[in-house]
C-alpha cells in the first residue's frame, strides 16, 4: 500500500506564496501524481498533475500561477502557488497513480490519496 503525506498549508494573505509538498512511500515505481482540492461545500476538483514522463497539465483557474514539479530522488511532489486568491482556500490533496501513466486531472486516475493539508488565503 502506498502512502501519501502532504505538508506545507498554511495561512497566506492573498497575493503571496505557498510551496505544498507531498512525500509518497512508493520508491519502485514512477506514478503519474496529481494535485487536488476541495472547498467547503464543493466538490473536489483537479488542481495539476504530472504524468510518468513529466509532461504536466493544469486547470483553468491555477495556469500561470501554480507549478507542479516531482524530485524522484525524494519520493516527492510539490506544488508551488505564486499570487493566490481567496477563492483558493481548500484542502489540498496529494493523489498518485497505480503504475506508469500520462496523468489527468480526472479523480478515477488515481489509486492512492493523502489525507490533505489546508491552506487559507485571506484577502
Known amino acids: 500500500h502506498v502512502q501519501l503525506v502532504e505538508s506545507g498549508g498554511g495561512s497566506v494573505q492573498a497575493g503571496g506564496s505557498l510551496r505544498l509538498s507531498c512525500v509518497t512511500s512508493n520508491s519502485y515505481r514512477n506514478p503519474c501524481m496529481a494535485w487536488f482540492r476541495q472547498a467547503p461545500g464543493k466538490e473536489r476538483e483537479g488542481v495539476g498533475y504530472?504524468?510518468?514522463?513529466?509532461?504536466?497539465g493544469y486547470s483553468d483557474s491555477v495556469k500561470g500561477r501554480f507549478t507542479v514539479s516531482k524530485d524522484n530522488a525524494r519520493n516527492s511532489l510539490y506544488l508551488q502557488m505564486n499570487t493566490l486568491k481567496a477563492e483558493d482556500s481548500a484542502m489540498y490533496y496529494c493523489a498518485a497513480g497505480r503504475y506508469y501513466c500520462a496523468g489527468s486531472l480526472l479523480e478515477s486516475s488515481y489509486a492512492y490519496w493523502g489525507q490533505g493539508t489546508q491552506v487559507t488565503v485571506s484577502s
Open positions: 504530472i504524468g510518468s514522463a513529466g509532461l504536466v
